[in-house]
Nanobody, 124 residues
Framework: QVQLVESGGGLVQPGDSLKLSCAASGRTFSNNAMGWFRQGPGKEREFVAAISWSGSVIDYADSVEGRFTISRDNAENTVYLQMSSLKVEDTAVYYC?????????????????WGQGTQVTVSS
């Protein structure tokens, strides 16, 4: 079992940056692929970014490619999402997710562990 706790959300203006963190505990984190998903108002949960167990393979949704960066620190059991050039349409609850295997997925239903979410609001 893996417990995930997100932090770092908040209210920012368009063009600002924000860094989300997801702290994992409960079992060996370094063997788990991790991902970030988000759910905006009135929308379905959508894939944002994912990273393999070693950090060597990374994928992004087209909507965030070039603006967001996912990374992980296995020694600290933490995965990060650095968000830059934020847009109003990035407003959502951001969820950290973990897979019980090493290789990532872009599909939410393939993740086994979820955090409680952190709100990111981009507004002028």
């Amino acid at each position: 079992q893996v417990q995930l706790v997100e932090s770092g959300g908040g209210l920012v203006q368009p063009g600002d940056s924000l860094k989300l963190s997801c702290a994992a505990s409960g079992r060996t984190f370094s063997n788990n692929a991790m991902g970030w998903f988000r759910q905006g108002p009135g929308k379905e949960r959508e894939f944002v970014a994912a990273i393999s167990w070693s950090g060597s393979v990374i994928d992004y949704a087209d909507s965030v490619e070039g603006r967001f960066t996912i990374s992980r620190d296995n020694a600290e059991n933490t995965v990060y999402l650095q968000m830059s050039s934020l847009k109003v349409e990035d407003t959502a609850v951001y969820y950290c997710a973990g897979k019980s295997t090493r290789y990532y997925s872009t599909r939410a239903n393939e993740y086994d562990y979820w955090g409680q979410g952190t709100q990111v609001t981009v507004s002028s």
